[in-house]
């Protein structure tokens, strides 16, 4: 089976990035993990719309895509079936509301300063996103940090 979902990395501005918005959710061990806006692309959607879409269900930001940043691809077991899921991961700017946490599956919300981005984000796939800044911001900071060197579970 096949699941398709989108979102990506909000910047508060994206000419003079100081910030990425990320969600924190609760894991099964009940501890909180940051990690980047994402969800289902629904019939009808492109993965730029679903992206858009899922970014302001659950961080309350109004956004725009830049750009692609890149895809993350994994498998996981969901009940007794094996799942292959892409995630569509884009660059978007924040074009107006605010951090909010009303989506039932986030338990915080907040921006966090490029230096800081790569030692909050739980996955090493999306650190390595977040990476990629460099290359797409006109004004970005280098993102590398010790955090890249652990062992991490993916996605």
Excluded: C
């Excluded at 989108?6 to 994206?14: K, S």
């Excluded at 892409?86 to 700017?93: I, N, P, R, Y």
Aim: glycine fraction near 8%; avoid cysteine.
């Amino acid at each position: 089976m096949r699941e398709t979902s989108a979102g990506g990395l909000v910047v508060d501005d994206y000419e003079d990035a100081s910030a990425v918005a990320l969600i924190g959710r609760i894991d099964r061990r009940g501890r909180l993990e940051w990690v980047l806006p994402k969800g289902h692309v629904e019939a009808g959607e492109t993965p730029e719309q679903a992206a858009v879409r899922e970014v302001w269900e659950e961080t309350g930001l109004q956004s725009k895509v830049v750009t692609a940043v890149g895809d993350i691809d994994y498998w996981f077991v969901a009940g007794n079936r094996r799942i292959h899921k892409t995630v569509h991961h884009f660059l978007l700017e924040a074009t107006g509301g605010s951090l909010s946490t009303d989506d039932v599956e986030v338990s915080d919300v907040a921006w966090v300063p490029l230096d800081e981005l790569a030692e909050r984000m739980r996955y090493a796939s999306e650190r390595r996103l977040a990476r990629r800044l460099r290359e797409l911001l006109p004004a970005a900071p280098s993102l590398e940090t010790a955090a890249d060197q652990r062992h991490e579970d993916t996605p």
